[in-house]
């Protein structure tokens, strides 16, 4: 009896690891989609003719159809960040004013904003928050 209740409270203290591991895999959960991957490798530059670099895209080794692509002003400051897959976006967006300052945030799917949108001024006070629905839909 001693050794069944050993093995029930061992396999208790493990379940909740074991189910963010799953949620981790899975994709679903509220796992960070704009952290920086080992795997990410610069795919692509485009400058303009005076040297500037207009965009750069970042492929994924552990996932080849997924990019992150960054767009700077003529400043070299750094514009919008997003992340697309099969050439759609998915996932984390930022904007920034050329102030550098937080323009707007949010997470696409599929080339949908879902949940929760923050928008800014350029004095980086926030302007409004808006949300939306699986498919694009803004709700109240």
């Known amino acids: 009896m001693s050794g069944e209740r050993t093995s029930i409270n061992t396999y208790s203290a493990l379940l909740p690891g074991l189910l963010l591991s799953l949620f981790a895999i899975s994709g ?7 952290e920086q991957h080992s795997s990410e490798r610069l795919r692509q530059v485009m400058r303009e003719e005076n040297g500037h670099i ?10 080849p159809c ?23 976006m ?7 004013f050329d102030n550098g300052k ?3 945030t949010g997470i696409w799917h599929e080339d949908n904003r879902v949940g929760e949108f923050r928008y800014y001024r350029q ?9 939306f629905g699986l498919i694009g839909e803004s709700v109240e």
Do not use: M, P
Request: proline share 0%.
């Open 28 to 34: 679903s959960g509220c796992i960070a989609r704009d």
């Open 90 to 96: 998915e996932g984390v967006r930022t904007v920034f």
């Open 123 to 131: 004095d980086g006070h926030l302007e409004c928050v808006q949300y």
């Open 54 to 63: 207009q965009w750069k895209v970042y492929g994924f080794t552990d996932d």
């Open 102 to 104: 937080l323009s707007e």
């Open 66 to 88: 997924k990019e992150k692509v960054e767009i700077y002003y003529d400043n070299g400051k750094l514009k919008e960040v997003y992340y697309r897959k099969a050439g759609r």
